[in-house]
Protein backbone atom coordinates (compact mmCIF):
# COMPACT_ATOMS: atom_id res chain seq x y z
CA UNK A 1 0.00 0.00 0.00
CA UNK A 2 1.18 3.52 -0.74
CA UNK A 3 1.82 6.43 2.19
CA UNK A 4 -0.84 8.07 -0.57
CA UNK A 5 -3.42 5.51 -0.16
CA UNK A 6 -2.79 4.70 3.80
CA UNK A 7 -2.92 8.42 4.49
CA UNK A 8 -6.00 9.48 2.20
CA UNK A 9 -7.94 6.50 2.64
CA UNK A 10 -7.95 6.19 6.65
CA UNK A 11 -10.94 6.24 7.80
CA UNK A 12 -12.28 3.85 5.11
CA UNK A 13 -9.57 1.71 6.33
CA UNK A 14 -11.17 1.48 9.84
CA UNK A 15 -14.46 1.28 9.01
CA UNK A 16 -14.05 -1.50 6.80
CA UNK A 17 -11.65 -3.14 9.12
CA UNK A 18 -15.07 -3.28 11.92
CA UNK A 19 -17.15 -4.42 9.21
CA UNK A 20 -14.47 -7.08 8.87
CA UNK A 21 -14.39 -8.06 12.13
CA UNK A 22 -10.39 -7.24 12.13
CA UNK A 23 -10.10 -5.78 15.88
CA UNK A 24 -6.23 -5.78 15.49
CA UNK A 25 -5.59 -3.50 12.34
CA UNK A 26 -8.51 -1.17 13.83
CA UNK A 27 -6.89 -0.84 17.12
CA UNK A 28 -3.81 0.07 15.40
CA UNK A 29 -5.49 2.42 13.23
CA UNK A 30 -6.50 4.40 16.64
CA UNK A 31 -3.30 4.31 18.06
CA UNK A 32 -1.08 7.11 17.82
CA UNK A 33 1.71 5.57 16.16
CA UNK A 34 4.20 5.01 13.08
CA UNK A 35 1.37 3.02 11.00
CA UNK A 36 -1.21 5.90 11.41
CA UNK A 37 0.89 8.76 9.73
CA UNK A 38 -2.26 11.22 9.93
CA UNK A 39 -4.62 11.73 12.53
CA UNK A 40 -8.26 9.92 12.23
CA UNK A 41 -10.83 12.64 10.99
CA UNK A 42 -13.60 11.79 13.17
CA UNK A 43 -16.35 14.22 11.40
CA UNK A 44 -15.33 12.10 8.27
CA UNK A 45 -15.55 8.69 10.23
CA UNK A 46 -18.96 9.66 11.22
CA UNK A 47 -20.34 10.68 7.81
CA UNK A 48 -18.49 7.31 6.01
CA UNK A 49 -20.57 5.23 9.13
CA UNK A 50 -23.85 7.67 8.61
CA UNK A 51 -24.26 6.57 4.83
CA UNK A 52 -22.90 2.95 4.99
CA UNK A 53 -26.13 2.34 7.07
CA UNK A 54 -23.93 0.16 9.36
CA UNK A 55 -23.57 1.40 12.32
CA UNK A 56 -25.91 -0.57 14.63
CA UNK A 57 -24.30 -4.20 12.91
CA UNK A 58 -20.77 -2.81 13.93
CA UNK A 59 -21.95 -2.23 17.79
CA UNK A 60 -23.59 -5.68 17.03
CA UNK A 61 -20.13 -7.26 15.62
CA UNK A 62 -18.14 -5.66 18.78
CA UNK A 63 -20.66 -6.39 21.49
CA UNK A 64 -21.07 -9.99 20.45
CA UNK A 65 -17.22 -10.45 20.52
CA UNK A 66 -16.30 -8.35 23.46
CA UNK A 67 -14.76 -5.81 21.89
CA UNK A 68 -15.57 -2.37 23.68
CA UNK A 69 -12.48 -2.39 25.69
CA UNK A 70 -10.40 -1.57 22.09
CA UNK A 71 -11.97 1.53 21.30
CA UNK A 72 -12.37 4.73 22.52
CA UNK A 73 -15.91 5.78 24.65
CA UNK A 74 -16.74 8.46 21.92
CA UNK A 75 -16.57 5.69 19.23
CA UNK A 76 -18.64 3.22 20.79
CA UNK A 77 -20.88 5.20 21.43
CA UNK A 78 -21.75 6.24 18.39
CA UNK A 79 -22.34 2.65 17.19
CA UNK A 80 -24.95 2.17 19.88
CA UNK A 81 -26.60 5.47 19.20
CA UNK A 82 -26.72 4.34 15.10
CA UNK A 83 -28.67 0.91 16.94
CA UNK A 84 -30.48 2.70 18.77
CA UNK A 85 -31.91 5.06 15.93
CA UNK A 86 -32.13 1.81 13.84
CA UNK A 87 -34.49 -0.31 16.82
CA UNK A 88 -36.72 2.74 16.77
CA UNK A 89 -36.98 3.46 12.63
CA UNK A 90 -37.12 0.13 12.29
CA UNK A 91 -39.89 -0.23 14.66
CA UNK A 92 -42.11 2.51 13.36
CA UNK A 93 -41.82 1.04 9.61
CA UNK A 94 -42.27 -2.34 10.61
CA UNK A 95 -45.30 -1.30 12.32
CA UNK A 96 -46.88 0.27 9.17
CA UNK A 97 -45.76 -2.92 7.29
CA UNK A 98 -47.63 -5.41 9.73
CA UNK A 99 -50.71 -3.24 9.19
CA UNK A 100 -50.22 -3.35 5.20
CA UNK A 101 -50.02 -7.49 5.67
CA UNK A 102 -52.85 -7.93 7.72
CA UNK A 103 -54.99 -5.77 4.97
CA UNK A 104 -53.35 -7.88 2.35
CA UNK A 105 -54.09 -11.01 4.49
CA UNK A 106 -57.92 -10.54 4.57
CA UNK A 107 -58.48 -9.09 0.36
CA UNK A 108 -55.70 -12.49 -0.64
CA UNK A 109 -53.38 -10.46 -1.86
CA UNK A 110 -49.63 -11.98 -1.84
CA UNK A 111 -46.88 -10.33 -1.18
CA UNK A 112 -42.85 -11.12 -1.39
CA UNK A 113 -40.69 -9.33 0.72
CA UNK A 114 -37.82 -7.91 -0.89
CA UNK A 115 -34.31 -6.33 0.53
CA UNK A 116 -34.53 -4.95 3.84
CA UNK A 117 -37.87 -6.10 4.53
CA UNK A 118 -36.91 -9.80 4.02
CA UNK A 119 -34.02 -9.62 5.85
CA UNK A 120 -34.82 -8.08 9.10
CA UNK A 121 -36.78 -11.06 9.52
CA UNK A 122 -35.19 -14.14 8.35
CA UNK A 123 -31.44 -13.20 7.93
CA UNK A 124 -30.50 -10.87 10.89
CA UNK A 125 -30.23 -12.19 14.84
CA UNK A 126 -32.06 -9.21 15.64
CA UNK A 127 -34.55 -6.41 13.46
CA UNK A 128 -32.33 -3.23 14.37
CA UNK A 129 -28.98 -4.80 12.88
CA UNK A 130 -30.59 -4.16 9.16
CA UNK A 131 -31.72 -0.86 9.15
CA UNK A 132 -34.71 0.12 7.04
CA UNK A 133 -34.79 3.20 4.62
CA UNK A 134 -37.68 2.04 2.90
CA UNK A 135 -39.61 -1.29 2.47
CA UNK A 136 -39.71 -3.00 -0.93
CA UNK A 137 -42.87 -5.55 -1.38
CA UNK A 138 -43.31 -7.89 -4.62
CA UNK A 139 -47.32 -8.12 -5.80
CA UNK A 140 -48.82 -9.49 -8.67
CA UNK A 141 -49.29 -7.51 -11.87
CA UNK A 142 -53.19 -8.38 -11.66
CA UNK A 143 -53.54 -7.65 -7.78
CA UNK A 144 -52.19 -3.64 -8.61
CA UNK A 145 -54.89 -1.60 -8.60
CA UNK A 146 -56.76 -3.57 -5.29
CA UNK A 147 -53.07 -3.03 -3.87
CA UNK A 148 -52.72 0.18 -4.48
CA UNK A 149 -56.43 1.56 -3.59
CA UNK A 150 -55.71 -0.84 0.09
CA UNK A 151 -52.69 1.42 0.18
CA UNK A 152 -55.06 4.32 0.00
CA UNK A 153 -57.08 3.31 2.21
CA UNK A 154 -54.51 3.23 5.27
CA UNK A 155 -53.77 6.99 4.04
CA UNK A 156 -50.63 6.06 1.88
CA UNK A 157 -49.71 8.88 -0.87
CA UNK A 158 -50.26 6.53 -3.90
CA UNK A 159 -49.39 7.85 -7.29
CA UNK A 160 -53.03 8.36 -9.67
CA UNK A 161 -54.18 9.28 -13.34
CA UNK A 162 -51.27 10.43 -15.47
CA UNK A 163 -48.55 9.49 -13.07
CA UNK A 164 -49.59 6.14 -12.43
CA UNK A 165 -50.26 5.31 -16.31
CA UNK A 166 -46.84 6.54 -17.05
CA UNK A 167 -44.74 4.39 -14.72
CA UNK A 168 -47.13 1.09 -15.36
CA UNK A 169 -45.91 1.93 -18.98
CA UNK A 170 -42.43 2.87 -18.00
CA UNK A 171 -41.30 0.84 -15.17
CA UNK A 172 -42.15 -1.88 -12.83
CA UNK A 173 -42.94 -0.21 -9.62
CA UNK A 174 -44.85 2.30 -8.16
CA UNK A 175 -43.36 4.69 -5.25
CA UNK A 176 -45.99 5.28 -2.20
CA UNK A 177 -45.34 7.37 1.04
CA UNK A 178 -47.15 7.63 4.69
CA UNK A 179 -48.17 10.95 4.94
CA UNK A 180 -47.30 11.26 8.44
CA UNK A 181 -45.13 13.24 10.05
CA UNK A 182 -42.12 11.26 9.59
CA UNK A 183 -43.12 9.92 6.12
CA UNK A 184 -41.59 6.02 4.68
CA UNK A 185 -41.36 4.86 1.44
CA UNK A 186 -43.02 2.07 0.69
CA UNK A 187 -42.03 0.64 -2.65
CA UNK A 188 -44.65 -1.37 -4.80
CA UNK A 189 -43.09 -4.09 -7.44
CA UNK A 190 -45.02 -6.15 -9.94
CA UNK A 191 -41.82 -7.59 -11.64
CA UNK A 192 -38.02 -7.83 -10.84
CA UNK A 193 -36.99 -7.63 -14.97
CA UNK A 194 -36.06 -4.31 -16.58
CA UNK A 195 -36.68 -4.03 -20.19
CA UNK A 196 -33.59 -4.94 -22.37
CA UNK A 197 -31.77 -5.08 -19.36
CA UNK A 198 -33.03 -8.00 -17.42
CA UNK A 199 -35.64 -10.77 -18.35
CA UNK A 200 -36.07 -12.72 -14.89
CA UNK A 201 -38.44 -15.47 -14.97
CA UNK A 202 -41.08 -14.13 -12.53
CA UNK A 203 -43.29 -17.60 -13.17
CA UNK A 204 -40.35 -19.12 -11.05
CA UNK A 205 -39.92 -16.62 -8.58
CA UNK A 206 -43.34 -16.76 -7.27
CA UNK A 207 -43.11 -20.77 -7.61
CA UNK A 208 -40.09 -21.24 -5.67
CA UNK A 209 -41.07 -18.37 -2.75
CA UNK A 210 -40.82 -19.39 0.87
CA UNK A 211 -43.33 -19.12 3.44
CA UNK A 212 -41.74 -18.26 7.07
CA UNK A 213 -43.90 -18.15 10.34
CA UNK A 214 -45.23 -16.73 12.03
CA UNK A 215 -46.71 -14.80 8.87
CA UNK A 216 -49.59 -15.60 6.86
CA UNK A 217 -49.69 -18.08 3.62
CA UNK A 218 -49.96 -15.20 1.76
CA UNK A 219 -46.50 -13.45 2.55
CA UNK A 220 -43.98 -15.04 1.10
CA UNK A 221 -39.77 -14.46 0.59
CA UNK A 222 -37.52 -15.53 -2.59
CA UNK A 223 -35.97 -18.41 -2.52
CA UNK A 224 -31.90 -18.04 -1.27
CA UNK A 225 -30.85 -18.13 -4.59
CA UNK A 226 -33.18 -15.90 -6.11
CA UNK A 227 -32.18 -13.60 -3.16
CA UNK A 228 -28.52 -13.16 -4.02
CA UNK A 229 -29.03 -12.43 -7.79
CA UNK A 230 -31.36 -9.88 -6.48
CA UNK A 231 -29.61 -8.65 -4.13
CA UNK A 232 -26.62 -8.01 -6.48
CA UNK A 233 -28.49 -6.24 -9.52
CA UNK A 234 -29.61 -3.58 -6.99
CA UNK A 235 -26.00 -3.55 -5.60
CA UNK A 236 -24.92 -3.04 -9.42
CA UNK A 237 -27.11 -0.51 -10.01
CA UNK A 238 -26.50 1.38 -7.24
CA UNK A 239 -22.13 0.87 -7.81
CA UNK A 240 -21.45 4.05 -7.85
CA UNK A 241 -24.04 5.23 -4.90
CA UNK A 242 -23.61 2.06 -2.60
CA UNK A 243 -24.36 2.16 1.33
CA UNK A 244 -21.97 -0.84 2.52
CA UNK A 245 -25.41 -2.27 4.17
CA UNK A 246 -25.77 -3.80 0.97
CA UNK A 247 -22.30 -5.58 0.98
CA UNK A 248 -23.72 -6.87 4.69
CA UNK A 249 -26.91 -8.18 3.68
CA UNK A 250 -24.77 -10.50 1.07
CA UNK A 251 -22.47 -11.46 3.73
CA UNK A 252 -25.01 -12.40 5.81
CA UNK A 253 -27.09 -14.52 3.66
CA UNK A 254 -24.06 -16.37 2.45
CA UNK A 255 -22.66 -17.02 6.07
CA UNK A 256 -26.64 -18.00 7.24
CA UNK A 257 -27.71 -20.14 4.24
CA UNK A 258 -26.06 -22.98 1.77
CA UNK A 259 -26.26 -21.08 -1.72
CA UNK A 260 -25.79 -23.30 -4.70
CA UNK A 261 -23.88 -20.89 -6.62
CA UNK A 262 -23.98 -23.32 -9.52
CA UNK A 263 -27.77 -22.43 -9.60
CA UNK A 264 -27.20 -18.56 -9.12
CA UNK A 265 -24.89 -18.46 -12.34
CA UNK A 266 -27.01 -20.98 -14.18
CA UNK A 267 -30.46 -18.49 -13.40
CA UNK A 268 -28.05 -15.42 -13.91
CA UNK A 269 -27.25 -16.84 -17.49
CA UNK A 270 -30.77 -17.57 -18.21
CA UNK A 271 -32.29 -14.37 -16.84
CA UNK A 272 -29.65 -12.33 -18.82
CA UNK A 273 -28.38 -10.57 -15.49
CA UNK A 274 -25.02 -12.59 -15.81
CA UNK A 275 -22.08 -10.14 -15.66
CA UNK A 276 -23.76 -7.21 -13.19
CA UNK A 277 -24.38 -10.64 -11.18
CA UNK A 278 -20.65 -10.86 -11.89
CA UNK A 279 -19.49 -7.61 -11.09
CA UNK A 280 -21.16 -7.45 -7.80
CA UNK A 281 -19.67 -10.76 -6.88
CA UNK A 282 -16.25 -9.15 -7.76
CA UNK A 283 -17.41 -5.87 -5.81
CA UNK A 284 -18.16 -8.22 -2.25
CA UNK A 285 -14.91 -10.01 -3.04
CA UNK A 286 -13.01 -6.61 -2.68
CA UNK A 287 -14.25 -6.10 0.73
CA UNK A 288 -14.64 -9.09 2.31
CA UNK A 289 -11.88 -11.76 0.20
CA UNK A 290 -12.58 -14.36 2.00
CA UNK A 291 -16.03 -15.06 1.88
CA UNK A 292 -16.52 -16.49 -0.92
CA UNK A 293 -14.23 -19.35 -2.24
CA UNK A 294 -12.01 -18.51 -5.03
CA UNK A 295 -13.33 -21.01 -7.36
CA UNK A 296 -16.37 -19.53 -7.96
CA UNK A 297 -14.21 -16.94 -9.29
CA UNK A 298 -12.85 -18.80 -11.94
CA UNK A 299 -16.37 -19.31 -13.56
CA UNK A 300 -16.24 -15.45 -14.07
CA UNK A 301 -15.25 -14.82 -17.81
CA UNK A 302 -15.92 -11.13 -18.60
CA UNK A 303 -15.40 -10.38 -22.44
CA UNK A 304 -11.97 -8.00 -23.02
CA UNK A 305 -13.87 -5.47 -24.07
CA UNK A 306 -16.64 -4.66 -21.35
CA UNK A 307 -14.06 -6.06 -18.96
CA UNK A 308 -11.28 -2.62 -20.32
CA UNK A 309 -13.93 -0.06 -20.44
CA UNK A 310 -14.95 -0.95 -16.54
CA UNK A 311 -11.61 -1.68 -15.00
CA UNK A 312 -11.12 1.88 -16.30
CA UNK A 313 -12.77 3.51 -13.49
CA UNK A 314 -11.89 0.92 -10.84
CA UNK A 315 -11.43 2.89 -7.80
CA UNK A 316 -8.40 2.61 -4.84
CA UNK A 317 -10.85 3.72 -2.26
CA UNK A 318 -10.93 0.80 -0.31
CA UNK A 319 -14.93 0.58 0.33
CA UNK A 320 -15.59 1.23 -3.37
CA UNK A 321 -15.34 -0.50 -6.52
CA UNK A 322 -16.29 1.88 -9.33
CA UNK A 323 -15.33 5.59 -9.50
CA UNK A 324 -17.18 7.24 -12.18
CA UNK A 325 -15.74 11.74 -11.06
CA UNK A 326 -19.46 12.18 -10.41
CA UNK A 327 -20.04 12.29 -14.02
CA UNK A 328 -23.99 10.49 -14.58
CA UNK A 329 -22.90 9.61 -18.10
CA UNK A 330 -20.33 7.32 -17.08
CA UNK A 331 -22.51 5.82 -14.69
CA UNK A 332 -24.95 5.14 -17.27
CA UNK A 333 -22.18 3.67 -19.62
CA UNK A 334 -20.98 0.78 -17.08
CA UNK A 335 -24.42 -0.19 -16.81
CA UNK A 336 -25.34 -0.16 -20.01
CA UNK A 337 -22.24 -2.19 -20.99
CA UNK A 338 -22.97 -4.51 -18.40
CA UNK A 339 -26.15 -5.87 -20.21
CA UNK A 340 -26.16 -9.21 -21.36
CA UNK A 341 -26.65 -9.28 -24.58
CA UNK A 342 -25.36 -6.81 -26.86
CA UNK A 343 -28.41 -6.35 -28.89
CA UNK A 344 -29.74 -4.84 -25.63
CA UNK A 345 -27.49 -2.48 -24.95
CA UNK A 346 -28.55 -0.58 -28.02
CA UNK A 347 -31.82 -1.30 -27.24
CA UNK A 348 -31.73 -0.37 -23.86
CA UNK A 349 -30.48 3.21 -24.43
CA UNK A 350 -33.28 3.90 -26.85
CA UNK A 351 -35.34 2.64 -24.26
CA UNK A 352 -33.95 5.29 -21.72
CA UNK A 353 -34.51 8.16 -24.00
CA UNK A 354 -37.78 7.46 -25.31
CA UNK A 355 -38.95 7.18 -21.44
CA UNK A 356 -37.94 10.50 -20.79
CA UNK A 357 -36.99 9.97 -17.31
CA UNK A 358 -37.32 13.83 -16.31
CA UNK A 359 -40.64 14.06 -17.05
CA UNK A 360 -43.05 15.73 -14.06
CA UNK A 361 -46.75 15.58 -13.44
CA UNK A 362 -49.23 18.06 -12.38
CA UNK A 363 -51.63 17.28 -10.19
CA UNK A 364 -54.95 15.34 -11.86
Not at 139 to 146: C, G, K, S, T
Not at 237 to 241: L, Q, R
Not at 276 to 282: D, I, T
Given at each position: MSLS???EYCEERLLLDLLRADWAHAESLLKDDQLRRVPLDQERFQKL???SG??????WLIESQG???LFPPDMTNLFKTSRKKAKVDNAYILGILDKIIEKASGRKIDIILLKGADLVHRIYKSQELRHLDDIDLL????????FL???KALDLKVPSGQELRYFKKASYTVECWTKSLFPCLFEVHWDLSQKFRYRVDMDEIWKNAETLSPFPPNVKFLKPEHLLIHLCLHLF?????VQLKWHVDLKEILKKNPVDMDYVFQKSTEWSCFY???????YLKKLFPDLLHPSIFSRVRIPLFRGFIISRYYSENPLKFLESGGSKLVERMVRTIAIDRPEYIFLFTLNRLFRNPWVTFEED
Open positions: QETLKNTGAYIDCQPIHPADLDEEMLHHTFHSVCFALL
